[in-house]
C-alpha cells in the first residue's frame, strides 16, 4: 500500500541536475489581513488568494515481508 509522509508548500524547488537532489525554498508563514467590508453582505463576500509556488510530498510504499 501506498501512503503519505509529509507535504510541504514552497515558494521555490530546484533540482539538481548530476545528482537529482531538490533544494526547497520552503513558504514559512503565510499572512492574511481582512478588513470588513460593509456594503457587501456576507452572503456574497469571497476571499480569493492568490498563491504561486509548489507542494512537495514524500509518498513511500509498505513492503510485507
Same mark, same amino acid.
Given at each position: ?16 541536475? +548530476?545528482?537529482?537532489?531538490?533544494? %526547497?525554498?520552503?513558504?514559512?508563514? #503565510?499572512?492574511?489581513?481582512?478588513? !470588513?467590508?460593509? +456594503?457587501?453582505?456576507?452572503?456574497? %463576500?469571497?476571499?480569493?488568494?492568490? #498563491?504561486?509556488?509548489?507542494?512537495? !510530498? ?8
Amino acid at each position: 500500500m501506498i501512503r503519505h509522509a509529509w507535504s510541504i508548500l514552497c515558494e521555490k524547488v530546484v533540482t539538481d541536475k +548530476d545528482s537529482n537532489n531538490l533544494t %526547497l525554498s520552503v513558504l514559512e508563514q #503565510i499572512e492574511f489581513r481582512y478588513s !470588513s467590508e460593509d +456594503d457587501i453582505p456576507d452572503d456574497k %463576500l469571497r476571499i480569493v488568494v492568490p #498563491i504561486s509556488g509548489s507542494i512537495v !510530498s514524500l509518498w513511500y510504499k509498505d513492503v510485507d515481508v
